[in-house]
């Protein structure tokens, strides 16, 4: 069941999510953590949907911040989503007019759920320092994705000078399979990788990352390749015995080849946004080795003179 509640205030919005727990039998108590996305109204409902099947490994209180008319009188449309409508949590978008856009951590705080961790996440062009942001403020981690941005590469190297512990972008979460790939290869006996490539569509930040994770795993120098996509379509480590290489032309199935053996075929899918948000959201501490990336990545790009 769906409870509109148009013009209304956070304190209409708390009765009224408490009558929904005690209709449904304590609802919040199951809740492990509060997400809240800001967005707007063209993105919300990819946003919530990604939201809504990450929360069925994750229960989780849905608050769903959607900017509108910043010249309206200030407002608030609600509309609540009971257990069961939208998965196993809750989910509040809540349409914001006028100054409060501006101000959303006052609409959100009274919200939260309570004694549990805060996540935000920003689906479209998100904040250069999301930790100083009056969301950001409030949360434990703090997700972007700089592949909606109009320069992806620029705007992940904005938000690298800004990090702060708890901070990820999903162009890194992306990434997870060809990293995991990539290592279970260098598993097996091989002779010593020398230099590396990475091969993907022009201005995909999640390409640099890897090269730039590469280059800071094997003290190897990587070459960053351009080709036509879909995403990521290459990586190959050199090495003096042959190339170990995954090649992945249309974005479903990769083929792995080493020196002296047949080659493999690889499911490795692009990723979805519910994908990437839910494996996100199974840690809630800082991701050292996103940092230790990114921070390596703005090095290199910027001795190359991108983004300088």
């Known amino acids: 069941m769906t409870l509109y509640l148009p013009r209304t205030t956070t304190s209409q919005i708390s009765e009224a999510l408490a009558a929904e727990r005690h209709s449904v039998g304590g609802g919040a108590m199951n809740m492990v953590l509060t997400l809240v996305i800001v967005t707007d109204e063209a993105d919300h409902y990819d946003a919530v949907r990604a939201a809504t099947e990450a929360g069925r490994e994750h229960p989780s209180r849905v608050l769903a911040l959607i900017r509108r008319d910043p010249e309206a009188e200030p407002a608030i449309d609600a509309e609540i989503r009971r257990p069961g409508t939208s998965g196993p949590g809750e989910a509040l978008l809540l349409r914001l007019f006028g100054p409060l856009g501006e101000h959303a951590d006052s609409v959100v705080t009274p919200l939260l759920v309570p004694d549990a961790p805060v996540v935000a996440w920003w689906p479209g062009v998100g904040p250069v320092n999301p930790a100083a942001d009056p969301v950001g403020r409030l949360a434990q981690r703090r997700i972007t994705d700089a592949l909606r941005a109009a320069d992806p590469v620029g705007d992940l190297l904005s938000r690298i000078v800004h990090y702060r512990p708890g901070d990820t972008d999903l162009t890194w979460t992306r990434l997870t399979p060809w ?34 994770w590469l280059s800071d795993q094997l003290d190897v120098p990587v070459e960053r390749k351009e080709s036509n996509g879909p995403g990521i379509t290459g990586a190959r480590l050199i090495t003096g015995a042959g190339d170990i290489a995954v090649r992945r032309l249309d974005g479903r199935v990769a083929t792995l080849s080493r020196p002296d053996q047949p080659d493999q075929t690889v499911a490795l899918p692009r990723r979805r946004a519910s994908e990437a948000l839910a494996e996100e959201l199974r840690r809630l501490d800082a991701d050292e080795i996103y940092e230790q990336t990114a921070t390596h990545m703005a090095s290199l790009l910027n001795r190359a003179g991108v983004g300088a």
């Open 179 to 212: 990293r995991s790939l990539l290592a279970s290869t260098m598993d097996q006996p091989s002779a010593w990788v020398t230099a590396a490539e990475v091969t993907a569509e022009p201005y995909y930040p999640s390409a640099d990352l890897l090269a730039a």
